[in-house]
């Protein structure tokens, strides 16, 4: 079951059929406002929905029935076959996990290895940030949440990714330092889809502040400049008086 917030919200279900033609029945929560809606106050996806998006994407698992393949509006996925990996999106594996069909297998990105040379990277190069997946913070706290038990050396692998968060974290705010009324932006590459979320409203509204601080100071100046005999632009024109004839 997918849930973005709470059981109360309107629910529908979603027919799916396998190879066989018989119907596999998924149940999913949604909102009143569609997830790729922006918050009409804020202006930003609530974590959340930024999470609801991540569980589209695909990840392994190891299942431990048999059953036909799923044909979904994202595609085709299975067969099923005990011991047999195959890949899912991860909300399907939440589904299974939590019903005991499956193990989920962790992804490379979220090993002890992988995540100490990326933390190593971080540190190096302070002005940069180092290429992760655009939603590692939702979907490993899905995985923690979820599939803990399937997370070789979870507790280091969690402090890990805390100790990555915190790295990008303070490098995402020595980036805004850096805009100023000189400069109207900032080079941050390589940002999760947590991250943009996170800065999203204190970057848009304070670029929008220093446009329009920027036009105020233009507009005093291209209005001086229009006056008759002001600078560069020579005497004013004498204007031409007709005389009627007597």
């Given at each position: 079951?997918?849930?973005?917030?709470?059981?109360?919200?309107?629910r529908r279900w979603c027919f799916l059929?396998?190879?066989?033609?018989?119907?596999?029945?998924?149940?999913?929560?949604?909102?009143?406002?569609?997830?790729?809606?922006?918050?009409?106050?804020?202006?930003?996806?609530?974590?959340?929905?930024?999470?609801?998006?991540?569980?589209?994407?695909?990840?392994?698992?190891?299942?431990?029935?048999?059953?036909?393949?799923?044909?979904?509006?994202?595609?085709?996925?299975?067969?099923?076959?005990?011991?047999?990996?195959?890949?899912?999106?991860?909300?399907?594996?939440?589904?299974?996990?939590?019903?005991?069909?499956?193990?989920?297998?962790?992804?490379?990105?979220?090993?002890?290895?992988e995540l100490t040379s990326v933390i190593?990277?971080?540190?190096?190069?302070?002005?940069?940030?180092?290429?992760?997946?655009?939603?590692?913070?939702?979907?490993?706290?899905?995985?923690?949440?979820?599939?803990?038990?399937?997370?070789?050396?979870?507790?280091?692998?969690?402090?890990?990714?805390?100790?990555?968060?915190?790295?990008?974290?303070?490098?995402?705010?020595?980036?805004?330092?850096?805009?100023?009324?000189?400069?109207?932006?900032?080079?941050?590459?390589?940002?999760?889809?947590?991250?943009?979320?996170?800065?999203?409203?204190?970057?848009?509204?304070?670029?929008?502040?220093?446009?329009?601080?920027?036009?105020?100071?233009?507009?005093p100046q291209s209005q001086a400049s229009?006056?008759?005999?002001?600078?560069?632009?020579?005497?004013?024109?004498?204007?031409?008086?007709?005389?009627?004839?007597?």
């Amino acid at each position: 079951m997918r849930r973005l917030h709470s059981a109360s919200q309107k629910r529908r279900w979603c027919f799916l059929t396998d190879a066989g033609g018989q119907p596999y029945q998924k149940q999913a929560s949604v909102t009143p406002k569609m997830v790729t809606q922006f918050s009409a106050k804020s202006g930003h996806f609530l974590p959340s929905e930024v999470e609801f998006q991540a569980e589209d994407e695909l990840i392994d698992i190891i299942p431990n029935f048999r059953l036909d393949a799923l044909y979904m509006i994202k595609g085709e996925f299975g067969p099923f076959r005990p011991q047999i990996p195959t890949t899912v999106p991860i909300w399907l594996a939440v589904l299974l996990k939590k019903r005991g069909k499956c193990s989920i297998q962790l992804p490379e990105w979220m090993s002890v290895d992988e995540l100490t040379s990326v933390i190593g990277r971080e540190q190096e190069y302070a002005a940069e940030f180092q290429p992760v997946h655009y939603h590692y913070i939702e979907i490993s706290e899905i995985l923690f949440d979820c599939a803990l038990n399937d997370i070789p050396n979870s507790y280091k692998v969690r402090a890990l990714v805390e100790d990555l968060r915190e790295v990008r974290y303070g490098k995402i705010q020595d980036g805004l330092k850096t805009v100023d009324n000189r400069q109207s932006a900032a080079k941050l590459n390589n940002l999760s889809a947590m991250e943009v979320n996170m800065i999203r409203p204190f970057f848009t509204q304070a670029l929008a502040k220093f446009y329009r601080l920027g036009e105020r100071d233009v507009e005093p100046q291209s209005q001086a400049s229009q006056r008759p005999g002001a600078a560069g632009t020579g005497p004013a024109p004498q204007q031409r008086v007709l005389r009627r004839p007597r």
